[in-house]
């Protein structure tokens, strides 16, 4: 659990505190990336809650969460079944939402700004019907290339790999650093058997319904069109409230400070 620091006096803008823990759910040990201020977070701004796309894990955020951590706590779980969480049977979107609004009530946080990205942000906005701690919502559209179907046989593992590094290099784009290339194509091999059960969850959530009856402000952040339609939707998003990204998923790992800025502009407004 995260204590109260007793640093009365915190040097402003201090590189926040990064701690990673496991938190208990229902569908088993749920691990966060967290990443809190100098002065502990409790007198700071609003936490954000930031929710990852699939096959990635909450990694995708590592670079994002010490800029937010700053000047609030920031808080990235591992969806079940991704990353370092227990990975239960595949789960709907309303059930990953249901976990993470046990994990807001186990931190006891009474308002919390949510940011989620490809699977993330249907969770985000499932978690904002349904919790009221939730202030605000951010958004982020972007395509996600897709993994095959995981290797039955040695003989064929190889070329799953390949097609993984492949996906992982051109995700991060070619500004990101060697390191984190590896991260995401591990990601992709540990999450990949993930994969059919995300595409049937994202079909089957009511994304224009649940766009509609969003009552919290929101901003959508995107880049280009997601694959397979889902895109449409977000026609239901006004104008006013979309705001275009100058790249792809790999603005997280290459210029996380990029997106940070559009972030804390909507999050002060």
């Given at each position: ?96 939402a249901a976990v ?43 395509p996600m290339r ?104 790999a603005l997280f ?17």
């Amino acid at each position: 659990m995260i204590k109260r620091t007793t640093d009365p006096s915190p040097r402003p803008g201090a590189a926040p505190r990064i701690r990673r823990g496991y938190f208990e759910s229902r569908h088993g040990q749920l691990h966060v990336h967290q990443a809190i201020p100098a002065g502990g977070g409790f007198e700071e701004d609003v936490p954000l809650l930031a929710l990852h796309a699939a096959p990635f894990s909450a990694r995708m955020f590592t670079g994002l969460l010490p800029i937010m951590g700053r000047t609030r706590s920031a808080f990235a779980p591992d969806l079940p079944g991704f990353g370092a969480s227990d990975a239960p049977a595949p789960l709907s979107i309303p059930e990953h939402a249901a976990v993470i609004g046990e994990f807001i009530a186990t931190m006891r946080l009474r308002e919390i700004d949510v940011l989620g990205c490809g699977l993330g942000a249907l969770v985000a906005l499932e978690l904002a019907a349904a919790h009221p701690a939730v202030r605000r919502v951010i958004i982020v559209a972007l395509p996600m290339r897709d993994l095959a179907a995981q290797p039955r046989s040695a003989e064929t593992a190889e070329a799953y790999v390949r097609g993984a590094w492949a996906s992982a290099r051109a995700d991060c784009g070619s500004e990101a650093a060697l390191a984190s290339v590896f991260a995401a194509c591990g990601d992709r091999l540990l999450n990949g058997a993930q994969s059919p059960a995300v595409t049937t969850a994202e079909r089957d959530y009511p994304l224009r319904e649940r766009l509609r009856a969003t009552r919290q402000p929101l901003l959508l952040l995107h880049s280009h069109e997601w694959p397979g339609g889902v895109h449409e939707p977000f026609q239901e998003v006004p104008a006013r409230s979309r705001r275009a990204l100058p790249g792809t998923v790999a603005l997280f790992i290459s210029a996380p400070q990029s997106i940070a800025v559009l972030i804390q502009d909507f999050l002060k407004a």
